[in-house]
Nanobody
């Protein structure tokens, strides 16, 4: 049984930092798209970062323009934990954040994922 369990998040002042974690278990494929989405209040869920893993253990990551240079996604393969380090946070980063995993190729469409964490709230105060 696949589980994605999130931790971290909370409330922080503008310019502050937070780290989100997504502990995974039960994943079976070497080729995965591991993604962080967020959903601001009243808005659609959007992808902010992804880590793509390949057969050889290789990974690459990329980011939405709105978070590039401020957020860093990483993967601890030994612990099966995905992280999202968020620095220089802005009020517009306020959202519910979700980790999600998809076997095979990536998509930015959240409807393409069926493995989700429970979500964690991030609030950035001005």
């Amino acid at each position: 049984q696949v589980q994605l369990v999130q931790s971290g998040g909370g409330s922080v002042q503008t310019g502050g930092s937070l780290r989100l974690s997504c502990a995974t278990s039960g994943l079976t494929s070497d080729t995965k798209c591991m993604t962080w989405f967020r959903q601001p209040p009243g808005k659609k869920r959007e992808r902010v970062a992804r880590i793509v893993t390949g057969f050889s253990g290789s990974t690459y990551d990329d980011y939405a323009d709105s978070v590039k240079g401020r957020f860093t996604a990483s993967l601890d393969v030994a612990k099966n934990i995905m992280y999202l380090q968020m620095d220089s946070l802005k009020p517009e980063d306020t959202a519910m954040y979700y980790c999600a995993v998809r076997y095979g190729g990536c998509t930015a469409n959240p409807d393409g994922f069926d493995l989700w964490g429970q979500g964690t709230q991030v609030t950035v105060e001005s």
